[in-house]
């Protein structure tokens, strides 16, 4: 038995892994919100346009577009997660990243 089908997590280890070296290294280097949505590991759950774990970033600003509170809402909700807002899947907090990374990656989102 190889060591992947004895720790069915390594996968999901592997991936949280990643997300968080993205998350401690990325960031600085990024120039656009896309360069920064892929450096804090947004792209590993959500699309601009297609359903991945997430909502695409189009069904997001979809949902809130005409909505004053939207950047002010969706940021709560990157900082600390959310769960229920768009299937059983929860997002994580992201608590690591910077405000004005989250407010720049938010704006973003809402202009799809």
Request: glycine letters at 8%.
């Amino acid at each position: 038995m190889t060591p992947q089908n004895t720790h069915p997590s390594l996968g999901a280890l592997a991936k949280q892994a990643a997300l968080i070296t993205a998350l401690a290294v990325g960031t600085a280097h990024a120039s656009t919100p896309e360069e920064l949505a892929r450096a804090s590991g947004c792209m590993s759950c959500h699309s601009a346009a297609e359903k991945v774990v997430g909502p695409s970033f189009k069904s997001i600003a979809d949902k809130y577009r005409g909505q004053a509170d939207a950047v002010a809402s969706l940021s709560q909700s990157v900082r600390n997660g959310s769960r229920g807002n768009w299937g059983r899947i929860p997002m994580p907090p992201h608590a690591s990243l910077a405000e004005a990374d989250i407010k720049t990656l938010v704006t973003w989102v809402v202009k799809h």
